[in-house]
């Protein structure tokens, strides 16, 4: 089979010259599900340059990578991009097509499930692989209160936007053989949209919670804006730190939208995790559960977070997390 053939491929996200973390996240997967099948991985780079870009990702998994260069791609824009990785697909016809379910993923991905005709299953935590090459998505359904595995059976390509923090990239090798196909598009369309500026998702100057290696996670338990405010004390415990908050605390503004954990928030997956006063709800539970080491500290001793929890302790916020603190600077 030519490598071009029957593929998985991989959309690159690119942020500030970088590819981000999803793309070889869902290389890495994408890679995995391939080899069961004995089919190939491709990744579609649409960037200003290669910029040494393709090389990394052969190195991280993918057996051909499509470049689309050019000046008009430096920055991310919906109708080029969509353009580009349509013409692609109706030339090399894959198998599927993974997205980062980022905020440009959320946005790319259904516009090139529309103009293939094809469907999408979008914001999945789950891919599979099943019989026949087909691909098993798994996404939360009915408001998060149900995972629903969905397989497109008669649709190619397969389409879907995967969270990030979800799957664990390759390790690179230097070594691994591939191939780089430089695209032109056949077709240009002129953009209508114009960039005046560009703002980035405010998290106070802070890390953002993505990047952080411990979290320090707060719910509507803690009453009010002012006592929220002692995770800021436990988060500066801790080197890459962060702080996050359920749905509840972002609504009661304790805390940024950036920074929320969950279905409608972001997938993290921190090396420790504290949810203080969360409940454990499934949208909740869903951005955190794969954290190395989750602690809980609830009053509720049956509170739903006590069964993804490493560790729990059953006791009010604001006594147990002052005396955390003070444990954790003694230690
Ligand atoms: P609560 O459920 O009110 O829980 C508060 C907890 O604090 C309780 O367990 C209580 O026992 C404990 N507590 C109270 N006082 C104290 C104290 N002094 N000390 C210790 N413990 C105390 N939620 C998210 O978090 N992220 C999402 O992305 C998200 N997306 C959603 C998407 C959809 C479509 C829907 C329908 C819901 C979504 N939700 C999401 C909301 C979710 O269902 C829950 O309502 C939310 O997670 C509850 O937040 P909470 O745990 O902070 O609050």
């Known amino acids: 089979m030519a490598k071009t053939e029957n593929a998985i491929w991989v959309v690159a996200q690119l942020e500030n010259g970088e590819t981000l973390g999803v793309t070889y996240e869902l290389l890495g997967q994408a890679r995995r599900l391939a080899d069961t099948v004995g089919q190939n991985t491709a990744v579609v780079l649409i960037a200003r340059e290669n910029n040494g870009h393709a090389e990394k990702l052969i190195a991280q998994g993918a057996d051909v990578v499509y470049t689309v260069l050019g000046e008009e791609y430096a920055d991310y824009n919906v109708e080029l991009y969509t353009n580009a990785i349509c013409e692609l697909a109706q030339e090399y016809k894959p198998n599927g097509i993974m997205f980062g379910a980022t905020i440009d993923g959320r946005d790319l991905a259904p516009r090139v499930a529309a103009r293939l005709k094809t469907g999408l299953c979008a914001d999945c935590t789950e891919v599979e692989m ?153 949208q909740h539970v869903s951005g955190m559960k794969e954290s190395e080491v989750i602690v809980a500290i609830n009053k509720d001793e049956n509170a739903p977070i006590f069964e993804v929890a490493h560790y729990g302790l059953v006791g009010d916020v604001h006594v147990v997390i002052p005396k955390l603190i003070e444990k954790i600077k003694a230690y």
């Open 130 to 282: 099943g019989e026949n090459g087909l691909l098993k998505w798994t996404r939360p359904a009915l408001g998060g209160n149900l995972m629903g595995t969905i397989v497109c059976s008669d649709i190619r390509p397969q389409m879907g936007s995967v969270r990030p923090k979800i799957f664990a990239p390759m390790e690179p090798d230097s070594g691994r053989q591939g191939e780089v196909i430089n695209y032109t598009v056949k077709n240009k369309v002129e953009s209508k949209v114009e960039i005046l500026k560009k703002e980035p998702l405010s998290t106070g100057g802070k890390l953002k919670i993505e990047d952080a290696e411990v979290i320090c996670a707060g719910g509507r338990g803690f009453g009010d804006g002012e006592r929220f405010k002692v995770l800021e004390d436990l988060a500066a415990l801790f080197e890459k730190s962060a702080i996050a908050g359920s749905r509840a605390a972002v609504d009661e503004k304790w805390v940024d939208h950036a920074s929320q954990v969950g279905q409608s928030g972001k997938t993290v997956a921190p090396k420790l995790y504290f949810a203080c006063a969360v409940s454990g709800a499934l």
